[in-house]
């Protein structure tokens, strides 16, 4: 067993907390080796008091209760003695500085309790090699950026040329791109004084800097791809610059005046496609047809909003130019970053045998991309880590590796069991972000409100309805969502639930992240908040941590505590009710395809299971005879009663030969039918499959005989 020790420190006395108690209640945890107080942890002596007792108590790990300011002191100690990073718990603007002592002091217990609970989690990484090769997006800002980084890799701007002069400016249009070619110069700036018909030369000095950088004349429609290996899409000009000999036969013919004679040769939007310059052009340099180009590089610079910024994706506009450099130059040796998804997509419903279904869920890094059919592939160099992606995912079969079900779900029981003392437990879901920081600076200013067991998430876009299902099943008081939107959590739907099970105010959410604003929303909700009735009984057991199965099983044990039943009809994307018409011939096309048995054939019959269905559609799009329709919404009533409906059924017909069962009569006299409107003989019909080829074979003799 791994040997902890658990250090209390009291700030010099500022952290208002009953350290003794506190002590007396942590002994008690197996693998706690020591709970020592000190004063001045982060002081020498406080130091050396950490060294005897790891090395008296050979201990494997430590803990440091007090404040996160002098994080990088324990750490620096830690690798020392050869530990692991140490456990910080915030006991000082989380407890000692905004709770009264007794309530302060439970609540850093059940903090205590839940940093021991996640360990010393093994991060798992992965690597990701860089191309020193960027391409930039945009006109003089990009230009000038490019003849900075053209000393320190390969660069290529991608620009517009304006339709009056030669001057590189940015004005593309996704919908419309000028098409582009390869030229090589070092100019930050190309400048014309002269209109279409009359353009000067480049200067002397644009012309001797060639060699710096490449120059594509147009703008991109689309980026693929992730850091290392994008690929920048766009139309190439019609003039091929490799193959052009400047010989400006293409200008002298052009009646349009759509033919540029500038620094780089190029055709503009006048161009009407007359083909006298294609046909002029001694070395078929020129080609009027468009078509789509890619251009590889390690990263992106953009200067175009309309381009979202990823990692190795950088927007120019707002940024200081040489922090975007320092930026680029900082990944050209690579990356190295947490891999924060577990996940088996074999079994998604996405896509299944070329049929699009699911479609729940999305990237806001653009880390999941789509096919034409709908299957799913995921990016992990760009994912971010915020944990949309497995909220939404009802069946879990992608899971944020540190925050999965089974972590958070038991983070929330952890706070309750060991902070049970409290006067009201109150649940605060946020993130290790913006809310972490409004936590800290609301202790800093000393603001006191009444304590809330915080759950920290990556980004409250994690936060599901089973997380807060949870903490209601659990016993507690209230729950409180702090952090701005709820993108990815069907509110309503909680709310809907809650209301009818008699608890719909022990919930508020709080977007606006002021301390002000925060503790005075606080105070009032646990004012008012009475004791909840659940309290008396223990958490529902979960044994299957994927999200519906979680969502099911909360949703009927809280019915079962609150001995009501939630009556809730609402839209949800996430649920799908499955209708099934005349035309039905009951055969197996629908269940051959559902991924979670919410529809299943008896026999003669369909079956529907509403709590299974995740609204896919896939039965309607593998339906041959269009007999399907599904539409999203949540039924609790229906879902609660665990009632199977049967959505068709049709007689079975048997076999003239043998009597088995072999078909229904839907099917039958769907295909018969269509065997008659071919001319064709379907006698054998009537036979099983296996007495068919008998009978066959019997008429075929008979036949013979004859």
């Known amino acids: 067993m791994v040997q902890i020790g658990i250090f209390l420190c009291s700030c010099s006395g500022t952290i208002d907390l009953s350290l003794k108690q506190l002590k007396k209640d942590l002994k008690k945890l197996d693998g706690v080796k020591v709970v020592e107080i000190h004063d001045l942890l982060c002081q020498k002596d406080g130091l050396n008091h950490i060294i005897y007792d790891v090395r008296n108590f050979k201990l494997d790990c430590i803990l440091i209760a007090g ?14 003695l050869g530990l692991p990073q140490p456990l910080i718990v915030n006991t ?23 940093a021991l609970m996640q360990e010393f989690w093994n991060v798992k990484t992965i690597q990701q090699s860089v191309e020193k090769s960027v391409i930039l997006v945009g006109g003089d800002r990009a230009s000038r950026l490019a003849s900075a980084l053209s000393k320190l890799a390969h660069v290529t701007l991608i620009t517009q040329l304006h339709t009056s002069c030669t001057e590189l400016t940015c004005e593309s249009k996704l919908a419309h791109v000028t098409p582009v070619r390869q030229l090589h110069t070092s100019c930050t700036e190309l400048t014309c004084e002269s209109k279409l018909a009359h353009v000067t030369p480049v200067t002397k000095q644009i012309q001797d800097a060639r060699a710096e950088f490449d120059i594509l004349i147009g703008a991109p429609s689309n980026i693929y791809g992730s850091i290392g290996a994008f690929e920048v899409e766009f139309e190439p000009n019609q003039i091929d610059y490799n193959c052009c000999i400047d010989c400006k036969r293409c200008i002298e013919v052009c009646e349009d005046d759509a033919i540029i004679d500038g620094s780089i040769i190029y055709i503009n939007d006048r161009c009407t496609e007359c083909g006298k310059c294609v046909d002029i052009c001694p070395v078929h340099a020129i080609d009027l047809k468009p078509h789509s180009v890619r251009l590889s590089a390690g990263q992106v610079i953009v200067d175009d909003k309309r381009f979202s910024t990823k990692l190795g994706i950088h927007q120019i506009d707002g940024h200081d130019p040489l922090s975007i450099i320092t930026d680029v130059v900082s990944l050209f040796d690579g990356i190295k970053k947490p891999k924060y998804l577990d996940y088996d997509l074999s079994a998604c419903a996405s896509s299944v045998h070329g049929l699009s279904g699911c479609s729940l869920c999305f990237c806001p890094y653009g880390a999941m991309k789509r096919d034409a059919d709908g299957k799913i592939t995921i990016d992990e160099i760009s994912c971010e880590g915020c944990g949309l992606c497995a909220t939404l995912c009802p069946l879990s079969l992608i899971k944020l590796d540190a925050f999965s079900n089974k972590r958070v779900l038991s983070s929330i029981d952890t706070l309750l069991i060991a902070a049970s003392k409290l006067k009201r437990r109150i649940i605060l879901f946020t993130d290790i972000k913006e809310g972490k920081y409004l936590l800290d600076e609301v202790g800093r200013l000393r603001l006191s409100y009444p304590p809330v067991l915080p759950v920290l998430l990556p980004s409250i876009k994690s936060l599901s309805k089973e997380h807060i299902l949870r903490a209601f099943d659990a016993g507690v008081d209230g729950v409180v969502i702090l952090g701005p939107g709820e993108s ?48 008396k009984y223990e958490p529902v057991k979960l044994e299957d941590m994927s999200n519906r199965a979680v969502f099911l099983a909360l949703i009927e044990s809280l019915s079962a505590k609150t001995n009501k039943l939630p009556d809730v009809k609402l839209p949800s994307k996430e649920f799908g009710f499955v209708t099934i018409g005349s035309t039905c011939t009951i055969c197996d096309a629908c269940t051959g395809v559902c991924p979670t048995e919410s529809i299943l ?3 003669n019959k369909i079956i529907f299971n509403h709590g299974m269905c995740i609204n896919c559609g896939l039965c309607k799009e ?34 003239a030969r043998c009597g088995k069962a072999y078909i229904t009569e839907a099917s039958y006299e769907r295909i018969t039918s269509k065997l008659s409107e071919k001319g064709l003989d379907n006698i054998t019909l009537s036979y099983c499959e296996r007495c068919r080829p008998v009978v066959t ?5 008979e036949v013979k005989d004859e």
Not at 67 to 80: D, G, T, V, W, Y
């Open 67 to 80: 404040c996160e300011k002098k994080k990088a002191i324990f750490n620096n100690l830690a690798e020392q």
């Open 92 to 114: 000082k603007e989380w407890c000692g500085y905004v709770h009264e002592q007794k309530e302060g002091t439970e609540k850093a217990k059940g903090l205590i309790h839940l």
């Open 488 to 535: 990815s959590l069907e509110l309503n739907l909680i709310r809907a639930c809650l209301r009818q099970l008699d608890m719909d105010n022990r919930l508020i959410t709080i977007e606006q992240l002021d301390p002000d604003t925060f503790t005075s929303a606080v105070k009032i909700f646990a004012g008012r908040l009475e004791p909840s009735a659940i309290r």
């Open 601 to 603: 054939k008896d026999e």
């Open 622 to 655: 593998a339906c041959p005879e269009h007999a399907i329709e599904v539409v999203g919404m949540l039924d609790t009533a229906r879902l609660l009663s665990n009632e199977k409906l049967v959505l068709a059924s049709s007689n079975l017909m048997y076999c």
């Open 697 to 701: 074979l019997e008429q075929m003799m």
